[in-house]
T-cell receptor, first 115, second 114 residues
Framework: AQSVTQPDIHITVSEGASLELRCNYSYGATPYLFWYVQSPGQGLQLLLKYFSGDTLVQGIKGFEAEFKRSQSSFNLRKPSVHWSDAAEYFCAVGATGAAGNKLTFGGGTRVLVKP | DAGVIQSPRHEVTEMGQEVTLRCKPISGHNSLFWYRQTMMRGLELLIYFNNNVPIDDSGMPEDRFSAKMPNASFSTLKIQPSEPRDSAVYFC????????????FGDGTRLSIL
């Protein structure tokens, strides 16, 4: 069975500083990986996804993530954080199965942005 | 295009009452997912459907919970009778059924059981 670990429950970063959120997955085959963001009172919004090919993927809102198979990681980065990036971020891995595309989510990392 | 639509956005009711949450997936999506989110347990998958058929309901907490998908454009999650510990935000998500397709989430229903 697949699993996802986000080691950092909370991260505080100053506005304008860089941000990196860690994600480690456990999966027996080639994973499908996703990062989502959840703003307060909202649903989850897809930031980016990785299926194959270039291991550095670009997403919306200036985010990028790098897939490293040797480390079973898919860390999310942003070079310069804006106050509007304060939210909770979820990493997810897609499962191959009989039907559909069930996702397994990590526990989330809450990001606080200091002025 | 319209996203996943959930109703109501907020529901407050007394314990013992029946609660019905509704979801309209994105047109053309054939997989639908119901999640529950709480501070204590995070995001939990309750059940998911593919082509209107329930595939995995192992996350449904108790027999008080039931879900249906009578057609490709509508699903319900029902709790009967409701209890205070059911208070949570319930999300519906949909996707195209292929394995590499992302899920698209609605804005959720915030449920409070008094």
């Amino acid at each position: 069975a697949q699993s996802v670990t986000q080691p950092d429950i909370h991260i505080t970063v100053s506005e304008g500083a860089s941000l990196e959120l860690r994600c480690n997955y456990s999966y027996g085959a080639t994973p499908y990986l996703f990062w989502y963001v959840q703003s307060p009172g909202q649903g989850l919004q897809l930031l980016l996804k990785y299926f194959s090919g270039d291991t550095l993927v670009q997403g919306i809102k200036g985010f990028e993530a790098e897939f490293k198979r040797s480390q079973s990681s898919f860390n999310l980065r942003k070079p310069s954080v804006h106050w509007s990036d304060a939210a909770e971020y979820f990493c997810a891995v897609g499962a191959t199965g009989a039907a559909g595309n069930k996702l397994t989510f990590g526990g989330g990392t809450r990001v606080l942005v200091k002025p | 295009d319209a996203g996943v639509i959930q109703s109501p956005r907020h529901e407050v009711t007394e314990m013992g009452q029946e609660v019905t949450l509704r979801c309209k997936p994105i047109s053309g999506h054939n997989s639908l997912f119901w999640y529950r989110q709480t501070m204590m347990r995070g995001l939990e998958l309750l059940i998911y459907f593919n082509n209107n058929v329930p595939i995995d309901d192992s996350g449904m907490p108790e027999d008080r919970f039931s879900a249906k998908m009578p057609n490709a454009s509508f699903s319900t999650l029902k709790i009967q009778p409701s209890e205070p510990r059911d208070s949570a935000v319930y999300f519906c998500a949909s996707s195209r059924g292929q394995q590499n397709q992302p899920q698209h989430f609605g804005d959720g229903t915030r449920l409070s059981i008094l």
